[in-house]
Every structure is written in structure tokens, then in C-alpha cells.
């Protein structure tokens, strides 16, 4: 659990340093570098441990899947109360092909 909570810290720093300057397209772009690999330090930060901690009792692709998994999600709920962007039924048709790769990847061996 402690991975994913981790994980689940690190993609909302994530979300923030890759697409919350799109709300403030005034910012020169030089700044908004700058601002954003500050956020993406405390992205680090969160991320390195979760997966030093996760492998092991993760692979390293199910890491990775449990954390495309996490991104989307928070990208989802970020998308919709920051940028007030909404999320369409063929969104959730792909995320649901995206949930069924996890079940391949988790449960077929």
C-alpha cells in the first residue's frame, strides 16, 4: 500500500509540472520550464522510494503498469476540477482497455 500511495503523491506533482501551466499560457515559457522541474523534483522525490520499495513485491513492469494506471486516474480527476476539461464516454472506453492490460499483466502468467 505504501507504493501506491507513493506512486499515487508523485503522478499529482507529475500532473502539476507537465499540465498546470496550460491554465496560465501568459507565463513566459522559460519560466514555466523552470517552475516545472521544481515541481518535478518533488515528483522525484515520491517516485524513486515507491519504486525501491514496490520491486519486489512488484516487478518492474507491473510498477510501471500500476503507474500509468495511477497517472491516468489522477490526470482524469486534474483534467476535470483544475482545467474544467470533460472526460467523454470514449475516454473511459479507452481507460477500460487500459484497465484490461492491467488484468493481463497482473493476472496471466
Not at 56 to 74: D, H, P, R, Y
Amino acid at each position: 500500500m505504501k507504493t501506491i500511495i507513493l506512486l499515487t503523491i508523485s503522478n499529482i506533482f507529475m500532473t502539476f509540472a507537465w499540465y498546470g501551466h496550460l491554465k496560465h499560457r501568459d507565463i513566459k515559457l522559460v519560466y514555466v520550464i523552470l517552475i516545472s522541474w521544481f515541481i518535478a523534483f518533488f515528483e522525484y522525490c515520491f517516485q524513486v522510494p515507491a519504486n525501491r520499495i514496490g520491486y519486489g513485491e512488484f516487478s518492474a513492469v507491473q510498477l510501471k503498469t500500476i503507474q500509468e494506471v495511477i497517472s491516468l486516474t489522477v490526470f482524469c480527476i486534474f483534467a476535470a476540477l483544475y482545467l474544467k476539461e470533460s472526460i467523454r464516454w470514449n475516454h473511459m472506453v479507452g481507460f477500460g482497455f487500459i484497465v484490461l492490460a492491467v488484468f493481463f499483466i497482473f493476472k496471466v502468467k
